[in-house]
């Protein structure tokens, strides 16, 4: 069955950058638009990033724009995403996930594959 497993995250004071990877197996990874969300303690799942089969078409949150970057390597199977410039209210569980079905209820609705997520703490 597919899996998907995130990793990269950890503490980081404000300013700085860190890189998260999430790791696909199981299914064919090409066939998937994937998406990186975030939710906070207390809060709602937010979308951070999405990207297209082919990685030629990205999508990001505004809170997000022009501070993190999402890739993917079809060849290796992975998305990454890049965030430089991170403040605590970046402070979340990050989870990878994939795209299933094409339905108008876009994210997260039509993503029936998940990661177990990867705890991002960013301190002041």
């Known amino acids: 069955q597919v899996q998907l497993v995130e990793s990269g995250g950890g503490l980081v004071q404000a300013g700085k950058s860190l890189r998260l990877t999430c790791a696909y197996s199981?299914?064919?990874?090409?066939?998937?638009?994937l998406a990186w969300s975030r939710q906070a303690p207390g809060k709602e799942r937010e979308f951070v990033a999405a990207?297209?089969?082919?990685?030629?078409?990205?999508e990001y949150a505004d809170s997000v724009k022009g501070r993190f970057r999402i890739s993917r390597d079809n060849a290796k199977n992975t998305m990454s995403l890049q965030m430089n410039a991170l403040k605590p209210e970046d402070t979340a569980v990050y989870s990878c996930?994939?795209?299933?079905?094409?339905?108008?209820?876009?994210?997260?609705?039509?993503?029936?594959?998940w990661g177990q997520g990867t705890q991002v703490t960013v301190f002041a």
């Open positions: 996930s994939a795209r299933t079905s094409l339905t108008n209820r876009g994210f997260p609705g039509d993503f029936g594959y």
């Open positions: 199981g299914g064919t990874f090409r066939n998937h638009p």
């Open positions: 990207i297209s089969r082919d990685g030629s078409n990205k």
